[in-house]
């Protein structure tokens, strides 16, 4: 008996850095471009993520819900720590559709979200067009469209799982329309899943077992047919008392929720929170893995360690927001992406580097010191011959 699935979605986000254009001129292509329009927050329609992160963390990377509409101009923007702009999709099509062979799929919503390092993230919203969806589908599509663009595209378990966008060809047009969307080339890479599923409440109670393990591949991105005894996964996933028939799975390369309908607020209040303050909040997770990625890589070049210091105090040290559930998930997020022992790295080298400048320029001084009192001395003597 196949899983039913009620209701679905999943986001595909691919992260990008600008290296041949500054982030100011990156953002006014943005906004000189009809196709982007800037993302404002407004407190009442977006209480959820105003309660949600601190007053800090909203003034730095959510300050559009402190501009005044009427006097907001390019120059403000330009100088944000992060802007975040929708791409307007045209001829959306959800007409469901009952071919079994192949997984059809809606792109729902683009968003492309930029920090003034010039760390950028592309953000797909995907959606199943297919008539009686079930987990299967879901791991399959989940699955193929991770790697659409990456080396493990050519493996043969991913060619025999179709997918196909209801307005592009295949693959090979999808990556060029959202190159053409970024202004930038995609590189061979994976894109970090972020998927939301309910399932019926009868497989839920009903087959434990096989649902616990279509979970494990759920959380892992594997397709339905993938064989494996799971072992040591159970640390990977995060039960939470607050929330009834939930369960969230973490990788370095995914974070995949899946419930049922037995409670209410699972299919109706969930998937909106779950792909506005949680979503935005992982966003900031990944900026923290990238951003100690690309210091590492010196992509991103800092002057000395006072500059890593500030940057660690205002970002990567920083909890984004005082929730309980959401402190938990970046507590699992921060273990899963290896943040601080990436950060403990980083920071030892800037130290050494620090302390090596300040030992060169003692020693320097006192080559200084030493060629004074050299000086000092011969006229000393010559004075005394005198």
């Known amino acids: 008996m196949e899983t039913k699935v009620n209701y679905h ?7 990008y850095f600008l290296k041949n254009i500054e982030y100011k001129e990156y953002i006014c292509k943005l906004l000189n471009n009809k196709n982007y329009k800037l993302k404002i927050f407004e407190k ?32 403000k923007i330009l100088n944000n720590k992060c802007n975040i702009f929708e791409y307007k999709i045209k001829n959306k099509n959800k007409e469901k559709n009952n071919l079994e062979n192949n997984l059809i799929y809606e792109i729902s919503k683009i968003e492309l979200i930029c920090f003034s390092t ?11 067009l297919n008539e009686k ?83 494990l591949k759920y ?15 159970e640390n990977a996933i995060l039960r939470i008392n607050n929330w009834k028939f939930i369960k969230i799975g973490f990788t370095s390369e995914s974070m995949n929720l899946l419930t049922n309908n037995l409670e209410l607020s699972n299919y109706t ?8 303050k949680y979503l935005y909040n992982l966003i900031l997770n990944l900026y923290k893995k990238e951003l100690l990625e690309n210091i590492e890589k010196n992509n991103i070049k800092l002057k000395s360690l006072e500059n890593y ?36 790295k980083i920071e030892k080298i800037y130290k050494e580097n620090y302390e090596f ?30």
């Open 133 to 215: 969806l079930n987990l299967n589908n879901i791991l399959n599509f989940n699955y193929k469209m991770k790697d659409i663009n990456s080396e493990f595209s050519k493996l043969k378990s991913y060619e025999k799982i179709n997918i196909e966008n209801n307005l592009l060809k295949n693959n090979f047009e999808l990556i060029k329309k959202l190159e053409e969307i970024i202004m930038y080339k995609i590189e061979n890479k994976r894109f970090f899943t972020y998927s939301y599923t309910c399932v019926d409440s009868e497989n839920w109670n009903n087959e434990v077992d096989r649902l616990e393990n279509d979970f």
């Open 219 to 233: 959380v892992n991105v594997y397709p339905s047919n993938y064989d494996i005894t799971f072992e040591d996964e």
């Open 9 to 15: 979605y999943s986001y595909f986000i691919y992260s």
């Open 269 to 276: 209040k969930m998937p909106y929170d779950y792909e506005n």
């Open 309 to 344: 210091k500030n940057i660690y105090n205002e970002i990567i040290n920083n909890e984004f927001t005082e929730d309980n559930i959401g402190i938990k998930i970046n507590n699992k997020l921060n273990k899963i992406f290896n943040l601080n022992k990436k950060s403990e």
């Open 44 to 75: 009442e329609k977006d209480l959820e993520i105003y309660d949600f992160f601190k007053n800090n963390i909203k003034k730095d990377y959510f300050n559009t819900f402190y501009i005044n509409k009427k006097n907001n101009n390019n120059e």
């Open 118 to 128: 010039g760390i950028c993230f592309l953000i797909i919203k995907t959606e199943l």
């Open 357 to 386: 400048k300040i030992l060169k320029k003692y020693k320097k001084l006192g080559k200084i010191i030493l060629f004074i009192l050299l000086i000092s001395l011969i006229l000393n003597i010559i004075f005394l011959i005198n």
